[in-house]
């Protein structure tokens, strides 16, 4: 029996489809098609984000990303702003109609980002955080959930079961990289990883190539392959102008590059 017992597939068991009902569109991830999550790194300032927001949802995309508490490598870099992001965030929902997802990065923050945010993020570096896990297992929204840096994929799924275990069912499985040997690319992204996890599990499983690469000539191929090789969504990081953004600005994508890029998804998410 594997040890992750409810995140497994078992026979005869339907995919897990997430549907996300309060926003403009029915939006439903896992159902075949490859949903498109977008948003700068950060959420940066009102004037900054809100019309982001706008131009990613004429452009298609489904949800909208934005980190307002962020975890950051060393202290002294920009670390979100905080309460005010969140309320930038519902602003975002508010004028777009679409989703929003936000990570958590501590067990005290999540009522308020409960309250302003459609989906939560569980990043990477929180993916063993099991007090949190267990937090989010008692709530009501989908949670995304990121691999961690060197998790393997059992501790990966065991990380989803923690979630299953205290009853929210509504997961979804971020690919965005794992750290290797090699130093060239931010991370290393395990597509062949992604691709086995739908086998192993009856859970939707996207792929993040921003975070995945680190490199904005990157994120469009490895898109591109996460697509073709059935990933049920893509997380991607855009800023109008990547030069200034206060963190990823390397790996972001413009909104120009973006529009191109969704063509290309659709075609290959539908081979
Ligand atoms: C993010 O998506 O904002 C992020 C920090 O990603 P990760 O946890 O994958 O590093
Ligand atoms: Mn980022």
Known sequence: MAAYTLAAR???????????TNCTDNIKIGAGHCTVIAGSC????REQYLPL?????????HILRGGAFKPRSSPYSFQGLGEEGLQILAEARELTG????????????LDKIYTHS?????GSRNMQNYSLLKEVG??????????????????????GEYIL???????????????????????????????????????????DP??????????????????????????????QQPELAISDGAQSLTPEILRSLLQDINKLSSL
């Open 53 to 61: 927001a706008m131009e990613l949802k004429h452009m298609g995309v």
């Open 42 to 45: 950060a959420v940066e300032s």
């Open 138 to 159: 008692m709530i009501d929204k989908p949670v995304i959930l990121k691999r961690g840096l060197a998790a393997t994929i059992e501790e990966w799924l065991l990380a």
């Open 118 to 122: 459609d989906l939560i993020q569980i």
């Open 165 to 207: 275990a205290g009853g929210n069912r509504q997961i979804i499985l971020c690919e965005r990289g794992i750290r290797t040997f090699e130093d060239m690319t931010r991370n290393t992204v395990d597509i062949g990883g992604m691709a086995l996890v739908k086998e192993l599990s009856h859970l939707p499983v996207i792929v």
């Open 210 to 239: 921003s975070h995945a690469t680190g490199r904005r000539s990157l994120v469009a191929p490895v898109a591109r392959a996460a697509a073709a090789a059935g990933a049920d969504g893509l997380m991607i990081e855009v800023h």
């Open 10 to 20: 078992q026979e005869f068991c339907t995919n897990t489809v997430i549907e996300l």
């Open 98 to 109: 679409l989703p929003v997802v936000t990570e958590v990065m501590d067990p005290r923050d």
